[in-house]
């Protein structure tokens, strides 16, 4: 049994304009991320599908070693060659799946990482912004403020 090599790891550069907020990502960035995701979701698909083959094919090892010993045909050396090869065959799989899934793991962690690297610019952003709404505010009551003052005069 063989199980397909994993595919190169997929990069996202996720590059950002310069707005009179700051930096915001582009819209291509965002598209390199899903586009990203979709990749996680094939490779996960065929993940799916090698381990139903894989099941599959064990499975039938299983029942063959079954009938064989249903008719008596097999030696007990034989039987535990079948056992021992079975065996392995699981331990590889299992071996296999848990890398992939602890890969699967660190990409998600990866993408959580930019999540939380978007939230903190958008609220330093939203930050900044209020700040200058505040400012703005103040100086236009200023501004109120002196011409009643002098409309008053």
């Given at each position: 049994?063989?199980?397909?090599e994993?595919?190169?790891?997929?990069?996202?550069?996720?590059?950002?304009?310069?707005?009179?907020?700051?930096?915001?990502?582009?819209?291509?960035?965002?598209?390199?991320?899903?586009?990203?995701?979709?990749?996680?979701?094939?490779?996960?698909?065929?993940?799916?599908?090698?381990?139903e083959?894989?099941?599959?094919?064990?499975d039938?090892?299983?029942?063959?070693?079954?009938?064989?010993?249903?008719?008596?045909?097999?030696?007990?050396?034989?039987?535990?060659?079948?056992?021992?090869?079975?065996?392995?065959?699981?331990?590889?799989?299992?071996?296999?799946?848990?890398?992939?899934?602890?890969?699967?793991?660190?990409?998600?962690?990866?993408?959580?990482?930019?999540?939380?690297?978007?939230?903190?610019?958008?609220?330093?952003?939203?930050?900044?912004?209020?700040?200058?709404?505040?400012?703005?505010?103040?100086?236009?009551?200023?501004?109120?403020?002196?011409?009643?003052?002098?409309?008053?005069?």
């Amino acid at each position: 049994m063989h199980l397909p090599e994993p595919k190169d790891k997929v990069k996202i550069q996720i590059d950002s304009i310069k707005t009179p907020v700051g930096e915001v990502p582009t819209v291509e960035s965002l598209k390199n991320v899903v586009a990203g995701l979709n990749t996680l979701n094939s490779d996960m698909d065929n993940l799916n599908t090698n381990v139903e083959r894989n099941m599959s094919a064990i499975d039938k090892e299983l029942r063959n070693i079954r009938k064989l010993i249903a008719e008596e045909t097999v030696s007990f050396e034989v039987m535990s060659q079948k056992l021992e090869k079975v065996s392995n065959q699981l331990e590889r799989l299992a071996k296999s799946e848990k890398e992939k899934w602890e890969s699967l793991q660190e990409i998600m962690m990866d993408i959580a990482e930019i999540i939380k690297g978007f939230q903190a610019s958008l609220d330093e952003y939203s930050s900044r912004v209020d700040q200058r709404i505040k400012e703005t505010f103040k100086a236009l009551a200023e501004i109120i403020t002196v011409t009643v003052r002098e409309e008053q005069k």
